[in-house]
C-alpha cells in the first residue's frame, strides 16, 4: 500500500456503496486520490467527471456519460457531487483550501476576492508596523541598560554595587534580548502564513504578483537573491543576547571568584 492507495482508501469509505459504479473501482479512487493532492477542496464536479472518463474510456468505451462535463443533464452531472465531497472530507483540516474556503470554493466574484485580498494585505501591513515597534522599544530598551551600565561602572559606588549592577544589568537584557528575537521569529512565521492566504486568493484572481514576484525571488532558496527580513533581523537580539549573557556571567565571577579562591586556598 502506497501513500496514494492509502488517500484512494480514504475517499472510498466516505462514498456509499450504493453510489459506486459497478465493478472493479480501485483505479478510479486511486485517480480520485491523485486529483486530491493536486486540487484539494478546488477540487469540482468537471474535475471528477474527468477523472470517471478517464477511468471508464478503457472499461466501457460506448458509455453515454463519457462526454464533456458541460454536455451531461442535471441528473447525471449531480451524481458526481457525491465523490467531489468524498474528496474534500478526504483532504480535511490539513488543506489550505479547507481552512480558506470551508464551504468549498465559492463562485468567482472578483469585486468580494478584492475585498479580501486588500484586507489580507492590509493586515501584513499592520504587522509590519508592529514588528518596526517593537524594535524600536527593545533598542531603546537595550541603550537604556547599556547607559544605566556606564552610568554605574563610572560613576563613585562601590565595588559590590557595581558587581550586582552587572549582574542586575546583564540579567535583564539577556531578558528583553530573548523576548526580542522570540517575537522577531513570531512575527516571520505569521507573515509567511499571511502570504500564504493572499497567494492563495491571488490564485482566483486575474494577476498574481506577490505570487510572481516569489518565484522571481527563486523562492528565498537563494540567499545571493533574497534574504527574509526576519534571518536579518534576528542577529541584532542574538548579539545583545550574548553581550548581556557575558557582562551577566563577568559581574558574577568579579563578585563571588575572590571568595571562591579564598574558600579553595583555605582548604
Known amino acids: 500500500m502506497t501513500y496514494v492507495d492509502d488517500r484512494a482508501e480514504v475517499i472510498r469509505s466516505k462514498v456509499d456503496a450504493a453510489e459506486l459504479p459497478d465493478g472493479d473501482v480501485h483505479d478510479l479512487f486511486r485517480i480520485y486520490a491523485v486529483l486530491s ?21 478503457d472499461r466501457m468505451p460506448s458509455h453515454g456519460a463519457i462526454v464533456p462535463f458541460a454536455e451531461l443533464d442535471h441528473d447525471t452531472a449531480s451524481k458526481d457531487e457525491v465523490f467531489v465531497r468524498a474528496i474534500r472530507d478526504a483532504v480535511g483540516g490539513d488543506d489550505l483550501d479547507s481552512r480558506l474556503f470551508p464551504t468549498g470554493l465559492p463562485a468567482r466574484d472578483p469585486g468580494q476576492l478584492m475585498d479580501l485580498f486588500k484586507a489580507m494585505l492590509e493586515t501584513s ?39 550586582i549592577g552587572m549582574i542586575l544589568v546583564g540579567v535583564t537584557g539577556l531578558a528583553f534580548s530573548i523576548s526580542w528575537h522570540s517575537l522577531l521569529v513570531s512575527f516571520g512565521q505569521l507573515n509567511r502564513g499571511k502570504f500564504r492566504v493572499i497567494n492563495r486568493l491571488e490564485r482566483e484572481l486575474a494577476a498574481a ?59
Request: glycine content about 8%; proline content about 3%; hydrophobic content about 55%.
Open 37 to 57: 493532492f493536486a486540487k484539494g477542496m478546488a477540487v469540482t464536479a468537471s474535475d471528477v467527471h474527468d477523472a470517471w472518463s478517464a477511468w471508464a474510456s
Open 125 to 163: 501591513e499592520a504587522l509590519v508596523s508592529r514588528r518596526q515597534s517593537v524594535n524600536t522599544f527593545f533598542l531603546t530598551a537595550v541603550g537604556v541598560l547599556i547607559t544605566a551600565l556606564g552610568w554605574m561602572l563610572g560613576g563613585q559606588a562601590d565595588a559590590l554595587a557595581r558587581q
Open 209 to 267: 504578483p506577490f505570487d510572481a514576484e516569489w518565484f522571481a525571488l527563486k523562492e528565498g532558496r537563494d540567499p545571493k537573491v533574497y534574504r527574509s527580513f526576519t534571518s536579518s533581523e534576528v542577529w541584532v537580539p542574538r548579539a545583545s543576547g550574548v553581550m548581556f549573557a557575558l557582562l551577566a556571567v563577568g559581574g558574577a565571577l568579579w563578585c563571588f571568584a575572590p571568595h571562591l579562591l579564598g574558600v579553595i586556598a583555605k582548604t
